[in-house]
């Protein structure tokens, strides 16, 4: 089979969150099954360092729009582990700032970026290689999905590829004027309710939702939830009309880049057998965020994040007075909304002795971050899948999460009678209940020989892609035989 990725984000090239991950490591996870790959990508000013040669192998391709034509080009990015990257290049699109928006807000015109990006990755296809499937992204990559059985709906060389549309995230969607419909050149007859049609907006994912083959979200949990109205954003209905096409296949993790044994950005390395390593991480953690000052028996509790209403910031703010009284430090190092950047910053201020805060993007203090932590807080609304939990479970940094999404699927409650299970978790979106977590993960910390059983079991499961890879393609080869 021929699967070709079209997405937003990707590693190394491109990243804002998990979505890059995802897409930097399953397609060469599919690959090593011996099937062809391709991946496509905007040509994003934050990915022209990695090819100053820009090979490109289409240079023009025309791609109309209601009043005008734009021209996108395709750069070459080679092949890497079995995978072949290509680049939609369009300068006056992608050669910006941000890779959707800027502090002051989204780019206005996103639409007509990821209007043209999906297009142009059909056309290129048409060149390069049509798939047998094409797995889309997020509400950004799902118009292909909608054009593909549309405007392209008569297109000989199309006919027989599927569509599987993966959604990350339906807390972000895509909503943009009805005007939509005519700038992307899209019949009138899609704008209803049960297309693309959203409280008279054209929403994105929605089209995505309706017109691919199959949808996968990245955990079982999540694809439950956003059959509800708390978690679909307004979709559930059309999600639960697709409720036989909709799979939840939990995202794996890349541990050739995670993992204690062997992460090159980490002070010292440790592993289950020999975990004495951690202490070293531990104090170099908290030199890098100033903290020197923070004695060894101190609990440090690490977040790594998005700071994003999503990721249920002000629940750790409404405890923090309580929990400066327990003997921990908390460590913060996220970007994202300026509220929550200011929140973490007057936190800082008002308990000095207790809580450090990098605002900043920083890959190399992220493995720090997992490696130094005693305790790793994800407090999230809602977490379609969450990769830092994962990540953290591998460090021995004890996640204390809510039973949502991912988070419930990936973390087991300790067991104090059985010494089974690999964190703490919590219902409701409530801070006493959150604060109740902690205070059990603090309980244990002080029983040395039962922390360090809670964090060998963590460490010992396995999220990699095998299992996931599989579900995908399994998924494929049924979304490819009905399309036959
Ligand atoms: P989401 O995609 O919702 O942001 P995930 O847990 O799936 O959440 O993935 C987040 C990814 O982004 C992780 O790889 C995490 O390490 C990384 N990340 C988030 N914030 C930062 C930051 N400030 N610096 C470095 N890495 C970050
Ligand atoms: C989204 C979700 C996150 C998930 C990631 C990768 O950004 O918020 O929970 O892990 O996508 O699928």
Known sequence: MHILFAASECLPFIKTGGLADVIGSLPREIARHGHQVTVYVPFYRQVQSHFPEKKIVIPSITIPFEYYNRFAAVIDGGKRDGVQFYFIDCPELFDREGVYGTPSGEYPDNWERFGLF??????????????????????????????????????????????????????????FPPATTARLLFPWDIFTMDRVEQYDTFNFLKGGIVYSDALTTVSHKYAEEIQTPEFGGGLEGTLRKRAADLHGILNGVDYAKWNPETDGRIAAHYSIKDLSGKAECKRDLLHAFGASHVKEDTAVLGIVSRLATQKGFDLTAQIIERLAFENIFLIVLGTGEPYYENLFRSLHERFPEKISVRITYDETLAHKVEAGSDIYLMPSRYEPCGLNQIYSLKYGAVPVVRATGGLDDTIEEWDPETRTGTGFKFQGYYADDYLKAVQRALSVFHDKDAWQTLMRNGMARDYSWTKPGEAYLKLYEEVAQRRN
């Open 118 to 175: 999906c297009r142009a990755v059909i056309e290129a296809s048409k060149l390069l290689g049509v798939p047998d499937i094409f797995h889309v992204h997020d509400w950004q990559t799902s118009v292909l999905s909608v054009y593909l059985r549309t405007v392209y709906y008569f297109d000989p060389v199309l006919r027989k590829t599927g569509t599987v549309l993966t959604i990350h995230n339906a807390g972000y969607q895509g909503w």
